[in-house]
């Protein structure tokens, strides 16, 4: 089982859509989470940090669940823009090797 | 505003042929990373460093070597490349420890090798 998994989508939504995925990590002493998003081609970038009561950023909203082990994105009211990859980061104890990347979900959003 | 530079941005090179990957960052972060991503594949750590002078092996630490003679750079060595190395490099940067106050990381904006 990987460490941390996503579903790669793509996930093709239309415009304005509510669209939301999650990320399962493995380890329960994982400590920190994040969101980065990707655009083809280019760097990752942070979205946001996750954390334990949830948080949000304008139209995007994270949330975690220790209790089952994943953490979810939702984003509200799609734009274009918001066409990339999305991945999740999670680190495991303190430590500078133990950042786990997912393989990302794809999201496109169609007019 | 530089944050993390990577040189060069594309290589071709022959296997057996050796090259170095350069990371500036301007951010005074005293941890610097190297990752490499294949396609469907997340980012994997090759090699970081915790501070000047220090380095640590990462997860595909194997074919390549580093050095952090100085805070703000972070070299990345192919000594003889392999087909195998094909891959996007990124460098990355962070404050503290990302486990520690979720620091981020800050990346460059890769490095695409070929190895023929």
Redesign the interface.
Known sequence: RKE?EQD?GPFNVPEGATVAFNCTYSNSAS??F?WYRQDC??????LM?V?SSGNEDGRFTAQLNRASQYISLLIRDSKLSDSATY?CVV??????????????TRLSIRP | NAGVTQTPKFRVLKTGQSMTLLCAQDMNHE?M?W?RQDP??????IH?S?GEGTT????VPDGYNVSRLKKQNFLLGLESAAPSQTSVY?CAS?NS????G?????????TRLSIL
Request: hydrophobic share 30%; aromatic share 18%.
């Open positions: 941390v790669p400590q920190s994040f081609r280019k760097e990752p970038k942070l940090s954390y991945l680190t495991l104890y303190s430590s500078a090797s133990k950042i786990i990347f997912g393989s990302g | 941890y990373y990752y469907g594949m997340g980012l994997r750590l970081y915790v640590a092996k990462g997860e990124f962070s420890d990302v486990g520690l979720n620091q981020p990381q800050h990346f460059g904006d890769g």
